[in-house]
């Protein structure tokens, strides 16, 4: 059962790029999201959440 999928998701600040292309099928369970510092966790987080709108891709309906 998928919970989350994106296609292509992108998040652009002016020539900052936070997100780039990110395609991902999240299942039902536990899932922790790490990486370092700067990595895009906070934008994608934000982004699932409605509270930023992608610059291009696909995010769940």
Do not use: E, F
């Amino acid at each position: 059962m998928t919970v989350i999928q994106t296609a292509g998701l992108t998040k652009q600040y002016g020539s900052l790029i936070a997100l780039n292309g990110l395609s991902t099928t999240i299942g039902a369970g536990i899932t922790g999201l790490v990486g370092a510092n700067g990595a895009g966790k906070s934008t994608l987080i934000k982004l699932l959440l409605g509270l930023l709108t992608p610059s291009s891709g696909m995010l769940p309906s």
